[in-house]
């Protein structure tokens, strides 16, 4: 079972620190980070010593109760904004919390260096103690105490205290599962760590200063969408002062309570209210999914993505492939090749070697053999095998065991060679076995096209975002899998370099990129793309170099990120578009009002029928400020999302909020004038 990450939006405990903070953000250096509310913040000032002004007898700025109603009303504006920003807070500071009960100051069993090795000469050290390079020994029941990768050994880990996932999961040193994570508990056997951070900078560490909005910068888009807001603040403002003028010559006393209101109901106050809560919100929706970006930067490029790099293993297909049978080469007999199977994959300690021996149905130590020497699978040969009394068996790639076969001067069987082809035209991996380079038959290996995985691609299809398959396969495998997966692209027989230069080369064509790894091969791949997400099993050098981890170690995932930074960024859009829609209905409410007596011709533009010009501002500037409340759950839970097209999406929102946020505050207002009229 999945730890529940996501918090109630009104949980009592974040409730009350969100209202705490709600008044600590008055403060006006953290206001001035938000220009619009910063502005709405003098104008509250403003409003406070009118009141006094009034109280003093200053009789043609309206009666101290207006004047206080606005005063009282203009700071809940300004506490419901910064209530938004300190709720979205408060919940990562909840799961910090929680986080924080994980790090703890455990004893940690560092290996000493002897003479330039590390021996078994153990020294019981405070964790916080231990620096990048350390060795320290973890068994049964320990508890890792720092980040790390295994050096030696296999061990059961539960990462439940990081992932929230209660099943146990298998690390081992000199694979792409070497890493383990500070805070994680060991379960079986025995493991050397090699220590990969300084205190302080540990992958928890570092999660919690996320989480918490400590290490949270501005995105760009954010950075773009503030400068606008800030622009609209600057033309307001100018409205406001040369509107003065036209009430003088109209002989229309306008008092300052009314330009305050006007001021703060046509500037954007919505959206300026909301916005840091939604980049916010954004970054908690992905730890909730259990991806750790790194910024918010990554989340809002996610939406933006034109090409996905996937891996075919454990992504597209169900993981392992599985031997499913055997064909001998003409004039070889079945049982020999089936023998000759079995030894070659003697200490295979793949899925894939393992599944050879289950299909044969033959235990390797039934065949009496002399000093075996076994071959392990590198890179550079593409095979693996065992070698014994003067009998060499290999078993691997079709092309390397060609090569092999015809440099020690045989011919490759032609039966073989089709075998081969039929193999590969439906989707299999051929594994080639060879006996003293003479081709004895070949291994078929299947792989497993995962449930609905077209129904997801086609969801990115839909979403404009272009999916590339990355496989070590020959071009004929990788075709059929692509063709039956429905993946747009695939790169076949894919080497570090290959993933690299099809990165650059998207991006030189002015295409955002994303892709998902694991190992250090991964490394400058994930570095070089837009939106880098690596396995929590991964290297060290993969999670560095990518700028999100996911937790649960699924690539799929990749999915998920994708839906997650278009929902921030249609969230930020459509709420910007609701703010700016929400001034024609106070534009229709405020400016008539303000000059319906002098100039009673303007009696026409009063729509709404409002009852009269303090009921109309009063009306309008509390509607201004009871919508901004009214949107907290929206901007924390984000706009949903339908994978419809860039196109219909927009028609959608503009529509939706748009259309809404021109309607709605028309009877939200003149609902409040009735109330208001009644009052007064």
């Known amino acids: 079972m999945k730890r529940e990450r996501s918090e109630g939006l009104f949980k009592r405990d974040l409730i009350m620190e969100a209202v705490k903070q709600s008044f600590a953000k008055l403060n006006p250096r953290i206001q001035f980070r938000n220009p619009v509310m910063f502005t709405v913040e003098i104008g509250t000032i403003i409003m406070l010593f009118v009141c006094f002004w009034v109280l003093g007898g200053e009789k043609a700025q309206g009666s101290f109760a207006y004047n206080l109603t606005i005063f009282v009303v203009l700071l809940f504006t300004l506490l419901f904004a910064n209530f938004a920003e300190a709720l979205a807070e408060a919940r990562g500071k909840a799961q910090a919390a929680s986080l924080r009960k994980?790090?703890?100051?455990?004893?940690?069993?560092?290996?000493?260096?002897?003479?330039?090795?590390?021996?078994?000469?153990?020294?019981?050290?405070?964790?916080?103690?231990?620096?990048?390079?350390?060795?320290?020994?973890?068994?049964?029941?320990?508890?890792?105490?720092?980040?790390?990768?295994?050096?030696?050994?296999?061990?059961?880990?539960?990462?439940?205290?990081?992932?929230?996932?209660?099943?146990?999961?298998?690390?081992?040193?000199?694979?792409?599962?070497?890493?383990?994570?500070?805070?994680?508990?060991?379960?079986?056997?025995?493991?050397?760590?090699?220590?990969?951070?300084?205190?302080?900078?540990?992958?928890?560490?570092?999660?919690?200063?996320?989480?918490?909005?400590?290490?949270?910068?501005?995105?760009?888009?954010?950075?773009?969408?503030?400068?606008?807001?800030?622009?609209?603040?600057?033309?307001?403002?100018?409205?406001?002062?040369?509107?003065?003028?036209?009430?003088?010559?109209?002989?229309?006393?306008?008092?300052?309570?009314?330009?305050?209101?006007?001021?703060?109901?046509?500037?954007?106050?919505?959206?300026?209210?909301?916005?840091?809560?939604?980049?916010?919100?954004?970054?908690?929706?992905?730890?909730?999914?259990?991806?750790?970006?790194?910024?918010?930067?990554?989340?809002?490029?996610?939406?933006?993505?034109?090409?996905?790099?996937?891996?075919?293993?454990?992504?597209?297909?169900?993981?392992?492939?599985?031997?499913?049978?055997?064909?001998?080469?003409?004039?070889?007999?079945?049982?020999?090749?089936?023998?000759?199977?079995?030894?070659?994959?003697?200490?295979?300690?793949?899925?894939?070697?393992?599944?050879?021996?289950?299909?044969?149905?033959?235990?390797?130590?039934?065949?009496k053999i002399n000093n075996p020497i076994f071959i392990k699978f590198t890179a550079e040969t593409r095979s693996s095998g065992i070698d014994y009394d003067n009998i060499k068996i290999r078993k691997g790639a079709f092309d390397a065991m060609r090569k092999s076969v015809q440099n020690a001067g045989n011919s490759f069987p032609e039966s073989t060679a089709n075998d081969v082809k039929h193999i590969s035209e439906n989707g299999g991996t051929p594994l080639v076995v060879i006996e003293n380079n003479e081709v004895v038959g070949v291994i078929e290996l299947q792989d497993i096209i995962k449930p609905a995985i077209q129904e997801r691609f086609e969801r990115l299809r839909k979403m404009g975002v272009k999916t590339v398959m990355v496989t070590g396969d020959n071009p004929l495998t990788a075709k059929y899998i692509a063709e039956k997966a429905g993946v747009d692209d695939f790169i076949a027989e894919a080497r570090p370099e290959d993933k690299l230069e099809y990165i650059r080369r998207e991006q030189q064509s002015g295409k955002l990129v994303a892709m998902m790894g694991d190992g250090t091969n991964d490394a400058p791949a994930l570095a070089?793309?837009?939106?880098?997400?690596?396995?929590?099993?991964?290297?060290?050098?993969?999670?560095?170099?990518?700028?999100?981890?996911?937790?649960?170690?699924?690539?799929?995932?990749?999915?998920?990120?994708?839906?997650?930074?278009?929902?921030?960024?249609?969230?930020?859009?459509?709420?910007?578009?609701?703010?700016?829609?929400?001034?024609?209905?106070?534009?229709?409410?405020?400016?008539?009002?303000?000059?319906?007596?002098?100039?009673?011709?303007?009696?026409?533009?009063?729509?709404?029928?409002?009852?009269?010009?303090?009921?109309?501002?009063?009306?309008?500037?509390?509607?201004?400020?009871?919508?901004?409340?009214?949107?907290?759950?929206?901007?924390?839970?984000?706009?949903?999302?339908?994978?419809?097209?860039?196109?219909?999406?927009?028609?959608r929102n503009l529509f939706i909020y748009g259309l809404g946020g021109i309607v709605l505050p028309f009877f939200g207002i003149k609902l409040i004038d009735l109330l208001v009229s009644i009052w007064m």
């Open 102 to 367: 994980t790090r703890q100051d455990t004893p940690a069993k560092k290996i000493e260096p002897v003479g330039g090795l590390f021996l078994d000469e153990i020294h019981l050290v405070a964790s916080s103690q231990l620096e990048k390079g350390d060795v320290f020994v973890c068994e049964t029941g320990d508890i890792i105490p720092m980040d790390g990768e295994i050096i030696e050994g296999i061990a059961t880990i539960d990462e439940s205290a990081i992932t929230g996932e209660s099943a146990p999961v298998i690390r081992e040193s000199g694979g792409d599962k070497s890493s383990v994570t500070g805070g994680t508990k060991v379960l079986s056997d025995r493991i050397k760590v090699r220590v990969t951070t300084d205190p302080g900078e540990s992958f928890l560490d570092k999660m919690i200063a996320l989480v918490e909005g400590a290490s949270r910068q501005k995105t760009p888009n954010e950075i773009a969408l503030t400068i606008l807001l800030a622009g609209f603040t600057l033309v307001f403002i100018i409205v406001c002062i040369t509107l003065h003028p036209f009430a003088a010559y109209a002989h229309t006393p306008i008092p300052v309570s009314a330009y305050i209101s006007l001021f703060v109901c046509l500037i954007p106050t919505t959206i300026g209210g909301l916005l840091s809560a939604i980049g916010i919100s954004g970054m908690d929706r992905a730890l909730r999914a259990n991806v750790i970006a790194k910024s918010g930067k990554a989340v809002e490029t996610a939406g933006d993505l034109d090409t996905l790099l996937l891996d075919k293993t454990g992504t597209i297909t169900i993981g392992n492939r599985k031997a499913t049978n055997f064909y001998p080469s003409t004039g070889v007999d079945k049982a020999h090749l089936i023998k000759c199977a079995v030894l070659a994959s003697f200490a295979d300690e793949t899925p894939e070697g393992k599944s050879i021996i289950e299909l044969a149905g033959i235990n390797p130590n039934s065949f």
């Open 528 to 651: 070089q793309a837009d939106v880098g997400v690596a396995m929590n099993s991964g290297t060290a050098a993969a999670k560095e170099a990518g700028n999100m981890v996911d937790l649960d170690n699924d690539p799929t995932k990749l999915i998920e990120i994708v839906e997650i930074g278009k929902q921030l960024l249609m969230t930020r859009g459509t709420l910007t578009t609701f703010s700016i829609a929400n001034d024609v209905a106070k534009y229709f409410a405020i400016v008539p009002a303000l000059f319906i007596i002098s100039i009673p011709a303007l009696q026409s533009l009063n729509i709404m029928n409002l009852k009269s010009p303090q009921s109309a501002i009063m009306s309008a500037i509390i509607f201004n400020a009871i919508i901004i409340p009214m949107l907290i759950p929206l901007a924390l839970k984000g706009v949903a999302y339908k994978p419809i097209g860039a196109g219909a999406l927009l028609r």
